[in-house]
Nanobody
Framework: QVHLVESGGGLVQAGGSLRLSCAASGRTLSSYAMGWFRQAPGKEREFVAGINWNGRATYYADSVRGRLTISGDNAKNSVSLQMHGLKPEDTAVYYC?????????????????WGQGTQVTVSS
């Protein structure tokens, strides 16, 4: 069992930056692929970024590539999402998730463990 807790969300102006963190307990994250997803009001939860189990490969949705960076910290058993150049359309609840897959899937169903989410609001 993996317990995930996100932090770092908040209100920021367009063009600003935020860093989201996801702390894990229960098991080491080095055995899992990790992903960040987001869900805006009235929309389905969508894949944003992912990192494979050994941290050597990262993946991004086209809408965020070049602005968001996912990274893992094995020492802290955590994964982070650095966000720059934020846009109002980035407003959503952001979730981190852990997958038993060694690769980095982008579908919700491929992830077993989920955090409770953290709200990111970008004002125009």
């Amino acid at each position: 069992q993996v317990h995930l807790v996100e932090s770092g969300g908040g209100l920021v102006q367009a063009g600003g930056s935020l860093r989201l963190s996801c702390a894990a307990s229960g098991r080491t994250l080095s055995s899992y692929a990790m992903g960040w997803f987001r869900q805006a009001p009235g929309k389905e939860r969508e894949f944003v970024a992912g990192i494979n189990w050994n941290g050597r490969a990262t993946y991004y949705a086209d809408s965020v590539r070049g602005r968001l960076t996912i990274s893992g910290d094995n020492a802290k058993n955590s994964v982070s999402l650095q966000m720059h150049g934020l846009k109002p359309e980035d407003t959503a609840v952001y979730y981190c998730a852990a997958s038993n897959s060694r690769a980095c899937p982008s579908k919700n169903d491929d992830y077993t463990y989920w955090g409770q989410g953290t709200q990111v609001t970008v004002s125009s």
